[in-house]
């Protein structure tokens, strides 16, 4: 049985404990073997999204003697997970061990369809989703087909929910436009940030959506914060909340 | 020079016409999807269209010079400029030349970024821009906020009221049909006035040594058929090998554009017209340089379709001047610190790196990691303000090590609840301008963990 080593970002292991624990209870729920190495912190991706490469560099350098070990390494975060396998290159080329990490650092929902090879979800969630699809396991990790691209259609995520009983999954006008977190760009850009999340949201009304869900709790709790200031009604739920109340096989 | 971000805010604060803009463009990305998809091959399109550029860049002295022998052998005069200046000095001499008072020019960003017209009107010459969008913002003496639809921020009224001012149209007329008519009459005028004619430059082909003019006016042909005088411009790597080679990428530029399969007018100028004379002049104005860096040398490829600020959601929501680089957008993010690291620090910065851009442009031009990459050359350049430097030191120093990660994790979670709201949501805090902080839990994910049944 492989090896599991479950990365969880910084913000969620502090911020969002549930999301944490869904997760782990998704994976051991596989009967994998799993394990969260105390060590980690972070991958270093704010650090490097400011320019701040250098800063990014001994947080890359760590998670690399961290997790090295693992036959795979899953975490709840398509962005973080993008970080390892596309951007990780600059600072450990050619170190060892660096390229077993790069393609066996997979995003929880991937790492279902792909690696674990899920195809029956088992479960109720008998609500109104819409599907945030953020942009970097979108675009970076493909984990969908993104609107722009001529291709066959396919997304590793709602293959997983569309199976749950009496979910209802929403259409949007923009499938797959960017909420404006986008790291420091929240704040150094904030007037063109919150709109992009007030669009957002209004297509998720006028969607019908009861919950926006998605794979990247960044997106979502800048959403989140959105929604309450606002005091709207619509919850958001990363998929690892979804998915662990049902059986995968 | 002010930052995006501040340029912006006015742009995103009055939110209806925000909204108008974002609408407007996003119908534009929406049309392009719709005609790419009716390609098959779109994406084998988009690989060939950006091998083709790799290959050329490569090779790029070469073809240049090729274009070169073959278009002086159509009988055309070649000129070569360095920059900006050098090319501006080489188009006035040669209308002075001629005794030119009255040029008419079809769209070209190359002498937006030379700033040519200014500097022909100082000369004494009258500069008019042909294209109805172009002369627009020219009536309005603005530069263009949208390489491909320069007045894509302005709404009908607008136009309404300067026509009515400029063109004597009726008062609150904003019928487009109504307006269009009156431009026209009044370009009709300045066609016939002409004594030249500029174009700018979509291809130029190597072994036949023409040029190739794509517009959806059909004003590029009136300026050159009319006048006996052609003036083209282009950057060198305007430059495709092949005639071949342009099949390719004439099916991926309107499409990308406009959403239209192909522009309405695609015009091959291979010499002057019998008796006149037809000039191209080759630009580098810092291209050359650009070339040197691998990490941004793909930005050389753009066939400035405009489709990755149509799909921005910055752009969109903050408009075209909120960049104050003469190319806005993504591509221009890149295209304007490569000019001045000091002057567009900021650009790169103007983008939440979805990474949309990449996915739609049509020569795959990886415009979000070239962003990407800017932000760390900045950042070594010393262009990155140093609060941010020194914040992102501080952090990346706490992250590093889990005592320090753990503990300011626990004192965040234990305070921020305890302080007072005002002092939370101050002005200092601007993520919590128009939101609310996520929810501090007491417990972090390692400690629920403990008690989690292994
Ligand atoms: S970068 Fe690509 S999408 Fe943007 S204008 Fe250039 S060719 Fe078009």
Known sequence: MPKVGLFIPCYVDQLYPQVGLSTLRVLRGLGLDIEFPEEQTCCGQPMANSGCSEDARPLAEKFLRIFARYDHVVAPSGSCVSMVRNHYEQWLAGKPGFEHLRDNTFELCEYLVDVAKVTKVDGDFARKVGLHMSCHGLRELRMAKSSERMVAPFNKVKVLLEQLRGIQLVDLKRPDECCGFGGTFAVAEEAVSCLMGQDRIRDHEQAGAEVIAGFDMSCLMHLEGLLTRDKKPMQVLHVAQILEHARLS | ?454
Not at chain 2, 14 to 20: G, I, L, Q, S, Y
Not at chain 2, 204 to 217: D, H, K
């Open chain 2, 1 to 454: 020079m002010k930052g995006h971000a501040e340029s912006a805010a006015p742009f995103v604060a009055n939110e209806p016409r925000a909204h108008w803009h974002d609408e407007s463009l996003w119908f534009v990305r929406v049309k392009r999807d719709r005609q790419a998809s009716t390609v098959p091959e779109w994406e084998d399109l988009r690989a060939t269209a950006s091998a083709i550029k790799a290959h050329t860049l490569s090779r790029l002295a070469d073809y240049l010079e090729e274009f070169e022998r073959n278009a002086t052998a159509n009988g055309i005069h070649v000129h070569w400029a360095r920059d900006g200046a050098e090319h501006n000095a080489i188009v006035l001499r040669i209308l002075k030349d001629h005794g030119v008072k009255r040029l008419v020019k079809s769209k070209s960003m190359l002498t937006e970024e030379c700033h040519l017209n200014p500097y022909l009107e100082a000369h004494g010459i009258e500069v008019t821009d042909t294209d109805l969008g172009e002369r627009i913002v020219q009536m309005r003496k603005e530069p263009p906020s949208h390489i491909v639809l320069p007045a894509i921020h302005l709404k009908k009224e607008d136009i309404g009221e300067l026509f009515h001012i400029q063109l004597g149209t009726e008062k609150g007329a904003s019928d487009p049909k109504y307006l269009t008519e009156a431009a026209r009459g009044h370009l009709r005028e300045r066609f016939l006035g002409a004594q030249a004619g500029l174009t700018g430059v979509n291809f130029a082909i190597a072994s036949t040594g023409g040029v190739v003019v794509c517009t959806n006016e059909g004003n590029a042909d009136m300026g050159t058929s009319l006048p006996p005088l052609h003036i083209a411009c282009m950057g060198v790597e305007k430059i495709v090998p092949r005639p071949q080679d342009l099949a390719i990428f004439l099916r991926l530029l309107a499409r990308s554009a406009t959403g239209q399969p192909v522009t309405t007018y695609t015009s091959h100028f291979h010499g002057p017209l019998p008796g006149g004379e037809m000039h191209v002049v080759i630009v580098d104005n810092g291209r050359a340089r650009i070339l040197g860096e691998e990490a941004f040398r793909r930005s050389l490829s753009c066939i400035r379709c405009g489709a990755c600020m149509n799909t921005c959601p910055v752009y969109r929501r903050s408009g075209g001047y909120s960049y104050g680089y003469t190319v806005p957008g993504p591509i221009g993010s890149i295209l304007g610190p490569q000019r001045d690291p000091a002057a567009y620090g900021s650009l790169p910065f103007a983008s939440s790196l979805c990474g949309s851009c990449t996915d739609v442009c049509p020569v795959k031009i990886d415009l979000h990691h070239e962003l990407l990459a800017f932000r760390q050359e900045l950042a070594k350049k010393g262009h990155v303000p140093w609060q941010k430097r020194f914040s992102m030191w501080v952090m990346g120093q706490v992250l590093a090590r889990k005592w320090a990660f753990l503990l300011g994790g626990r004192l965040m979670r234990t305070l921020m609840p305890l302080l007072p709201r005002a002092l939370v949501y101050g002005p200092w805090n601007p993520w919590g301008k128009q939101r609310e902080l996520p929810p501090m839990p007491k417990e972090s994910f390692r400690d629920l963990l403990k008690k989690e049944p292994k």
